[in-house]
């Protein structure tokens, strides 16, 4: 099986950068994504990381080391609407999108 | 961003009955999968369709679930006999492109069963 690990919340004030940090164990790794999600709301992509270094769009930039089994999202210039859960996602195997999911990092963005 | 219609938004049943959510892309694609998340917990795997056909299924997808593209463009999961415990958000999701890894999910579906 794959074990997700991430922080449950956090708190940031706007303006500021957040990093949350994801770990994983499994096996047959090809790929990690991060996701928001706003209470209630579907998932939304925000970013797919296979090789190892820095993805960077825009405020948001993802990171991956595969021989560690980190990735971390680093959300810049908070602002209010950035609070919300976020969601790391292993993929497993290639021919398939087959995410297991951690439990989600709760952000909340204060003024 | 690729669209994913999912119906209906919001679904109320009695324990039991049987349950059919839709999702319909807007453009045509072979490759459909299921997620579930029940209030307060992770996203969770159901099940890959491809080509009409299962793909790949979890250890949720039992024999009480079921999907289909019955007419080539909307793509169904049945839950035939409903327990509480199925009380979730329902989301079909698609991959954008080819090989590019962007996931998409639906607005997702809300069962509640009594």
């Known amino acids: 099986g794959q074990n997700i690990d991430q922080p449950t919340e956090m708190t940031a004030t706007e303006g500021a950068i957040v990093q949350i940090n994801c770990t994983y164990q499994?096996?047959?790794?090809?790929?990690l994504f991060w996701y928001q999600q706003h209470a209630g709301e579907a998932p939304t992509f925000l970013s797919y990381?296979?090789?190892?270094g820095l993805e960077e769009k825009g405020r948001f930039s993802s990171f991956l080391s595969r021989s560690k089994g980190y990735s971390y999202l680093l959300l810049k210039e908070l602002q209010m609407k950035d609070s919300a859960s976020y969601l790391c996602?292993?993929?497993?195997?290639?021919?398939?999108?087959?995410?297991?999911f951690g439990a989600g990092t709760t952000v909340t963005v204060r003024a | 961003e690729p669209e994913v219609t999912q119906t209906p938004s919001h679904q109320v049943t009695q324990m039991g009955q049987e349950v059919i959510l839709r999702c319909v892309p807007i453009?045509?694609?072979?490759?459909f999968y299921w997620y579930r998340q029940i209030l307060g917990q992770k996203v969770e795997f159901l099940v890959s369709f491809y080509n009409n056909e299962i793909s790949e299924k979890s250890e949720i997808f039992d024999d009480q679930f079921s999907v289909e593209r019955p007419d080539g463009s909307n793509f169904t999961l049945k839950i035939r006999s409903t327990k509480l415990e199925d009380s979730a958000m329902y989301f079909c999701a698609r991959i954008w492109g080819q090989g590019h890894g962007e996931l998409f999910f639906g607005e997702g579906s809300r069962l509640t069963v009594l």
């Open positions: 453009s045509n694609h072979l490759y």
């Open positions: 990381n296979v090789l190892d």
């Open positions: 499994t096996s047959g790794f090809n790929g």
């Open positions: 996602a292993v993929r497993v195997g290639r021919s398939d999108y087959k995410l297991s």
